[in-house]
Nanobody, 124 residues
């Protein structure tokens, strides 16, 4: 089992950048595929980005492609989401998730473990 704790959220102006971190404990993060999801007020949780367990595949939602980058540091057991050129519509609570299964997952049902979320607010 793995525990996930997100950090790095905050308030940023449109066009700015933030880097979210997801610290993991328990089993090493290299044992898991990881993903980021977000949920805006009044909306359903949506997929943002994922990285396969073997780290040979990544996938991004069209809305963030070219602006966001998912990465991991296995030595630090930490997953990152670098967010550039932020837009007001990126405002949401961002969640880190992990799955012990190989493959590339984009549905929330594919992930077994979730963090508590971190708020990102982008002002116009």
């Amino acid at each position: 089992q793995v525990q996930l704790v997100e950090s790095g959220g905050g308030l940023v102006q449109a066009g700015g950048s933030l880097r979210l971190s997801c610290a993991t404990s328990g089993r090493t993060v290299s044992s898991y595929g990881v993903g980021w999801f977000r949920q805006a007020p009044g909306k359903e949780r949506e997929f943002v980005a994922s990285d396969s367990r073997s780290s040979d595949s990544t996938y991004y939602a069209d809305s963030v492609k070219g602006r966001f980058t998912i990465s991991r540091d296995n030595a630090k057991n930490t997953v990152y989401l670098q967010m550039n050129s932020l837009k007001p519509e990126d405002t949401a609570v961002y969640y880190c998730a992990a799955t012990p299964y190989n493959g590339l997952y984009i549905l929330s049902s594919g992930f077994e473990y979730w963090g508590q979320g971190t708020q990102v607010t982008v002002s116009s």
